[in-house]
């Protein structure tokens, strides 16, 4: 109490300041925080078991006929130079020449299923309440912009409340809160004029930062879809459009595999 009278207005405002800006920030932290790692999966996967699926099927209908496609020019190309056409030796170039493609459609199933995973683990409310109040009270006494100049271990401890965040573990959380809880001590702010006031503009800094990001994730997928998940008419619209890429290219597939029987038989019968 002493110290405090003894302290200028000025300072005492700085203080005061600084202390509303931490708040701030924490709070711009959150919002953020929950916006990357809880409304962006919970998006991700509502657009996976709503449209993913959809997109996974065309992309197998895709790559069957470019497949086709290249099997038909590699046959003709065998013909033409009037050469045995070795199938198993067109099956390799094929599956070399479609890897990539292959990748691209295992990343695709993958998102899926994990979407399907995710919207069968989500927490109760009651969970999800205590996990989002726990990590509220984290973030405040661990964060590195909120603690500036904290010890190794605080930051060995923020690395697990991240990676508990990330993973939706309560109970790594409930232990990390634990853990801090014992340790944690009221830091006192600094009295210095000039420290205080580069403090005060990091921090304004940092809040602005924040939410300006905030605003360009905002503009980005799958945020810039929040409201047409929820519209049916938009769904089905968009579930038509893919089905109508799928028949298309399950045409042109059908269309390639008659060439290629032709090109066979004709192969077969001694027809170049």
């Keep these: 109490m002493t110290n ?30 929950e916006m990357l790692n809880t409304v962006k999966s919970n998006l ?6 709503k449209i993913g699926y959809k997109e996974l099927e065309r992309m197998e209908t895709e ?14 190309a065998a013909v033409n130079r009037q050469e045995s056409i070795e199938e198993d030796e067109i099956e390799k170039k094929l599956d070399d020449k479609f890897q990539e493609w292959y990748k691209k459609i295992d990343e695709q199933y993958q998102k899926v299923k994990k979407a399907e995973n995710h919207l069968k683990c989500l927490m109760s409310d009651e969970d999800n309440a205590e996990f989002n109040k ?7 006494k661990l964060h590195p912009d909120l603690n500036p100049n904290q010890s190794k271990d605080k930051e060995n401890l923020w690395h697990r409340v991240q990676l508990a965040y990330e993973g939706g573990d309560l109970d790594e959380m409930r232990s990390l809160a634990i853990i801090i809880d ?5 830091i006192e702010l600094p009295s210095s004029k000039d420290v205080l006031q580069k403090r005060k503009t990091k921090l304004t800094g940092q809040i602005q ?32 459009e893919i089905q109508e890429q799928i028949n298309q290219w399950q045409e042109k597939c059908k269309h390639y595999e008659e060439l290629i029987e032709m090109l066979l038989v004709s192969k077969k019968a001694g027809v170049n």
């Design 182 to 186: 014992a340790q944690h001590k009221t």
């Design 134 to 140: 726990l990590y509220r009270r984290l973030v405040f």
């Design 44 to 49: 991700e996967a509502e657009y996976q078991k």
């Design 209 to 240: 930062k924040i939410i300006n990001n905030m605003s360009e994730l905002e503009q980005s997928f799958p945020f810039n879809i929040i409201d047409k998940l929820t519209d049916n008419d938009w769904v089905s619209t968009k579930i038509e």
């Design 63 to 76: 790559i069957t006929s470019r497949r086709c496609k290249r099997q038909l020019e590699l046959i003709q």
């Design 4 to 33: 405090l009278l003894q302290l200028s207005p000025e300072i005492i405002k700085l203080q005061e300041d600084i202390a509303s800006l931490e708040k701030e920030l924490g709070k711009v932290i959150l919002e953020r925080d």
